[in-house]
Nanobody, 123 residues
Framework: QVQLVESGGGLVQPGGSLRLSCAASGFTLDYYAIGWFRQAPGKEREGVSC????????YYADSVKGRFTISRDNAKNTVYLQMNSLKPEDTAVYYC????????????????WGQGTQVTVSS
């Protein structure tokens, strides 16, 4: 059974950090590009970052560039999203997703999705 499970969300103060994990089971992440997306209440799901399956190329939305870092550990079948300098506007449910193919950051292009993890940035 193909499954993606996110973890690492929580409540953090503005300026703080969190590291999200996306663990895969039932398939090998090596051959998949992985994306992180987020959805705030009343808003559409938006792309945050993605990492390729081949050479580790990455892409970031402008809103998180310089603050978030995506990485993958194929030996652990896990992808991470390190989030620093968090802002209240980063508050959302964060999802990871997998696709066969190149780097894109449109949710419609992804085949497998996790259930999401809540990130709340508040003082």
């Amino acid at each position: 059974q193909v499954q993606l499970v996110e973890s690492g969300g929580g409540l953090v103060q503005p300026g703080g950090s969190l590291r999200l994990s996306c663990a895969a089971s039932g398939f090998t992440l090596d051959y998949y590009a992985i994306g992180w997306f987020r959805q705030a209440p009343g808003k559409e799901r938006e792309g945050v970052s993605c990492i390729s399956s081949s050479d580790g190329s990455t892409y970031y939305a402008d809103s998180v560039k310089g603050r978030f870092t995506i990485s993958r550990d194929n030996a652990k079948n896990t992808v991470y999203l390190q989030m620093n300098s968090l802002k209240p506007e980063d508050t959302a449910v964060y999802y990871c997703a997998a696709r066969r193919g190149g780097l894109v950051l449109h949710p419609g292009e992804y085949d497998y999705w996790g259930q999401g993890t809540q990130v709340t940035v508040s003082s």
